[in-house]
């Protein structure tokens, strides 16, 4: 059975020379689609490219990454918010935007920009409330915050992913009280050290989806190496291996939950 890649940033330079053959290997791997997220105004565009090249395979997401919001992110959000804008309405529906992302709080480094942060992810939400399009979010040492900041929202949110999730079991039960929202898992769940394969058995199959987040965070028995979206088929392996049945039966049941939570 197939299964997708809900997050993989194959337009980045790290592809440049071979996105054909990453694409080829995905495929070979029984991958169906990948959606690639936008992180800044640039981005943008070479995520959109990416979908045009690869179109009805990849699919394209728009959104600022936290990391990347500075003392101009005002300007940056109008210029996305047009180009939204003109996608939704103009664009052929297999490249439309399939969600808003990746956006979110990242306060690992610095706080330097932590009101910049929260005001142009309570902008995005709205984005998200205001198409329907689901979110993809990105949290560090943020969660507290991230969760208030949700709850102004959330009767109007149609649902989303919490991208790269590794906590523990009491930070996804919070998260999973958002309706339609899903838990992505990638490749941290198959480190040696990792206690993610623990917390998981108690969280609803239901409930998660497959990432890679390529080119980072490459699972075992590729860790160190680029990561790409045919390598999510060891994270499925290991999903498979947590709770306990057969890897067609997750890719079965995490390919249900992506197209509840993305309209595809």
């Avoid at 965070?217 to 979206?229: H, I, Q, W």
Wanted: hydrophobic share 40%; net charge negative.
């Amino acid at each position: 059975m197939n299964f997708i890649d809900t997050h993989a940033h194959i337009d980045g330079a790290e592809y440049n020379d071979d996105r054909d053959a990453v694409i080829m290997r995905a495929k070979e791997a029984r991958i169906s689609h990948i959606f690639v997220p936008s992180i800044d105004l640039k981005s943008v565009d070479t995520v959109l490219a990416t979908a045009r090249e690869y179109s009805g395979f990849v699919h394209p997401m728009i959104g600022l990454h936290p990391e990347e919001v500075n003392d101009n992110y005002v300007d940056v959000l109008k210029s996305m918010k047009s180009i939204l804008d003109d996608n939704l309405s103009a664009a052929p529906k297999i490249e439309r935007f399939i969600a808003i992302g990746e956006v979110g709080l990242d306060y690992y480094w610095s706080r330097e920009y932590e009101k910049e942060q929260l005001a142009a992810f309570e902008e995005q939400i709205c984005w998200s409330a205001e198409t329907k399009l689901p979110l993809a979010i990105h949290c560090r040492k943020a969660q507290n915050e991230m969760v208030k900041l949700m709850r102004k929202y959330d009767k109007d949110l149609p649902g989303g992913v919490f991208h790269c999730f590794t906590g523990n079991l009491h930070e996804a039960e919070e998260l999973l009280q958002f309706d339609n929202f899903v838990l992505g898992i990638g490749g941290v769940l198959t480190f040696k050290k990792s206690n993610l394969p623990e917390v998981i058995k108690d969280i609803p199959l239901s409930r998660i989806v497959l990432e890679t987040d390529a080119p980072y965070m490459a699972p075992t028995p590729k860790r160190g190496e680029r990561n790409e979206s045919a390598y999510v088929q060891y994270v499925l392996k290991k999903v498979a291996e947590c709770y306990g049945v057969g890897e067609d039966e997750v890719a079965r049941q995490t390919n249900e939950n992506v197209l509840r939570v993305f309209n595809i």
